[in-house]
């Protein structure tokens, strides 16, 4: 049975970081509907000044950050001591788990496209030892599932029309299947998902149907009851899609800028530490 759109998100034009403008399109607001995705943020610029300032050392608790980009770059360096940077077509996994406090600088070229998700963690691994993980491209796979369309294994699984399972890479908390989709003017997809899967998916660059419902650029869906999703393109014009299937955790969240715990007491203990210089509780990897 084919998923149907529940909840429909257009992003709004927004800055966060240093001046970085971006386009929110998950928060708060929509945490409970999009479980366990908590915030979803996209980049895409072609002005330098609007991005260039970035995001100065900040602290996280509680979540995954997962970042992808489609054109530009990311530099990233935290205090557990990984400095890294991404391109096109690569992609960031950071988990703060008990804490961790990370800088991201971008910087200047032709074109920055692509996306921030914070991934909830759940309420046992909160406190989990911080790790950072990046995805390059000669070590993402891609598959051709049908004419017209490419489908790169960003995360998780896949498995294609005729049976085959792919793999990439995987964290160690939460599952999340995470795949980019190229679609043709008036290509289609059906995606496979597992039944009980938290399903979402989101519009990075033109329009497309998902779920039965017709959706602008910039949009996000949450998809629910079925083992598939249909992704049509528009006649004219080509889509480019990201895909997202996790488990939802249905556990209470207690939010407050760059830290996601269960309880409002958790939260203040964690600011509580930023001010005491107690946050960080493991030691650098290197």
């Keep these: 049975m084919f998923r149907h759109g529940t909840h429909v998100v257009k992003g709004y034009r927004t800055q966060d970081g240093a001046g970085v403008s971006l386009v929110r399109v998950l928060g708060a607001e929509t ?6 995705f908590l915030m979803l943020d996209s980049f895409d610029s072609t002005d330098p000044h609007a991005y260039t300032a970035g995001f100065p050392l900040h602290p996280h608790r509680g979540i995954e950050t997962v970042t992808y980009l489609a054109e530009g770059a990311i530099q990233h360096r935290d205090t557990m001591g990984f400095s890294d940077t991404i ?8 988990c703060a788990g008990s804490g961790i406090e990370h800088e991201e600088q971008i ?3 032709k074109r920055l496209l692509g996306i ?3 991934l909830n963690l759940p309420k046992k691994d909160k406190m989990a030892h911080p790790f950072y993980h990046a995805i390059h491209a000669g070590d993402i796979e891609e598959v051709r599932p049908a004419e017209g369309v490419t489908l790169r294994l960003l995360a998780g ?5 005729a049976g085959t399972q792919h793999k990439g890479f995987e964290g160690q908390h939460l599952p999340l299947d995470f795949y980019e989709i190229a679609l043709d003017p008036g290509t289609k997809l ?17 329009s497309a149907t ?3 419902l017709p959706l602008g650029a910039k949009t996000a869906i949450k998809l629910e009851e079925g083992d598939r999703v249909k992704i049509e393109a528009d006649v004219d014009a080509p889509s480019h899609v990201l895909f997202l299937s996790s488990v939802a955790l249905h556990e209470p969240i207690a939010w407050g800028g760059p830290i996601v715990m269960n309880t409002e007491e958790e939260l203040l203990a964690a600011f509580r530490e ?3 210089g107690t946050f960080q509780k493991e030691q650098l990897e290197h």
């Design 107 to 109: 910087p200047p070229a």
């Design 87 to 94: 391109g096109a077509g690569e992609v960031q996994w950071m």
């Design 116 to 118: 921030q998700l914070w």
């Design 190 to 206: 059906n995606v496979p998902v597992n039944e009980d899967a938290s399903v979402m998916a989101f519009t990075l660059e033109g």
């Design 31 to 36: 945490a409970a509907a999009f479980d366990p």
């Design 274 to 276: 930023i001010e005491q």
């Design 157 to 161: 699984s896949y498995e294609d029309p």
């Design 210 to 212: 998902i779920g039965g």
